[in-house]
């Protein structure tokens, strides 16, 4: 442990104080933009698929969209109240109570990879004594002539910049992980990055990934990095430097930079927890106030005992959700998106093909055939046309079965146009996407797929 402690850079209560500003303003803006919808949200429409959150009481929290807007803005509250450094530890175990109770009825709207790792450091930022510099508590108790020394230097408070690097590291490792226990050395040697970035492409906000799935070699090489980095990261919190975490640092923002440019994966969280490790705050306050800034007199290297508990169980639990492969939101999981690959772009193409769009047409007695797609639209019977067409697809032998799912379509389109039809035509647009050139192509344009014959009456 006293290894350990010496990998945690020791700073004053004054830096502490003016990292706390920042990281609750960051805390409450990432609450704000993340707050869930007003619209309201019945019992049926709620997930079940995380055993944390499955209580009644938040279920029913769930449907009370009010109470829970009510809560989100409580919790930005609280982060305010936390970032001017008031009863700082008091609001800040007030704002992580909230929190939990806001991620579990999250939880029953959504998943929470994107927030999980932020709550997990704010569970283990607690025994931080936050309010001993910088901060209003600090100034109420100067009034009260019991100062803390700014000069002295604490790992104790260091931690609360090194905690958010280890959740952070152990998070991107366990992914990392997870890639190579599911696929082993083939997510490399397949060039599974271009796999990805072509399934996101049309929600990515540029066409790099493109650009990417059409060039092999570059492929190969990003997805060799991306392993590297997400293994690697953890290494991070060894270094006690910022110089030496720079190349760490740089390798991360790429990272969180590809998940927004290649995948639009925009995790604000994740970059909160990012920044406040990486970046030198207690090095950036102290050019800024080197005018002002007493001598050292004195730096300790202890840790709480809290803090020491919350290094252990924040290892334990991703260690835990890594080896075991489980996930336990919020508090646990071994983060396997994007762990897939495939053997080959035909497999590829195979098992994510492009969902094509159905049109739909008729023939009528006199052989005259008619676009009919906002007829089938208007009378609600595309989507039981279309199923069936999937059902035959699947296995011709189902024609018999989908027969009455014809039969009413065929009865309301007759109703429609006053005169008999002969036949039903799904027709399709595929679209493929040009591997060799980076671009997506039409394969066909409204080409007849399947004609449902009806009988003469």
Known sequence: MKWLRSRIPPVSATELGVFRVLFGSGVGWILYDMRLPAQP????????????????????????????ALLEWSMIALAGVFAVGLLSRL???????????WTLVRLTHTGVHNWSALFVTLWAMLPVRWGDGFSLDALIRRWRGKAIDPAVRRAAYGYALW???????????????AKLTQSGFAWITNASVKYHFLADARSAPVDWG??????????????AAAI????????????????GRLPFALAAAGLLLGFYFFQNELWLAWWLLCLAFFVPWPGLVRLLTW???????????GLAAGQILAIAVVCGLQLAAAILRVEHAPIMSDYPMYSTTYASIEEFEEREAVSPIFHFAVRFADGVQAHASEVFEQLEIDESVREAYRAVERDSTDSARVA????????????HYQQPITA?????????????????????????????SIPSR
């Open 41 to 68: 949200f019945p019992p049926e429409l709620h997930l079940r698929s995380q055993r944390l959150a499955e209580w009644e009481w938040v279920h029913a929290l769930a449907t009370r969209t009010e109470q829970v």
């Open 91 to 101: 609001s800040f175990a007030m704002l992580v109570a909230a929190a939990t109770v």
């Open 163 to 177: 905690i958010p690097g280890l959740v952070f590291g152990a998070a991107m490792a366990a992914a990392g992980a």
């Open 210 to 223: 493109l650009r990417v799935a059409s060039n092999h070699e570059l492929a190969l090489a990003l997805s």
């Open 228 to 243: 590297v980095t997400e293994c690697g990261l953890i290494l991070a919190v060894l270094v006690p430097g910022w110089i």
């Open 291 to 301: 005018r002002w800034r007493p001598p050292t007199v004195n730096v300790t290297r």
């Open 404 to 415: 009455p799912v014809i039969a009413e379509a065929e009865r309301q389109l007759v109703a």
């Open 424 to 452: 039903i035509i799904v027709l399709t647009d595929q679209e493929a996407f040009d591997w060799a050139t980076g671009r997506f192509y039409w394969k066909w344009i409204r080409k007849p797929v399947y004609t449902f």
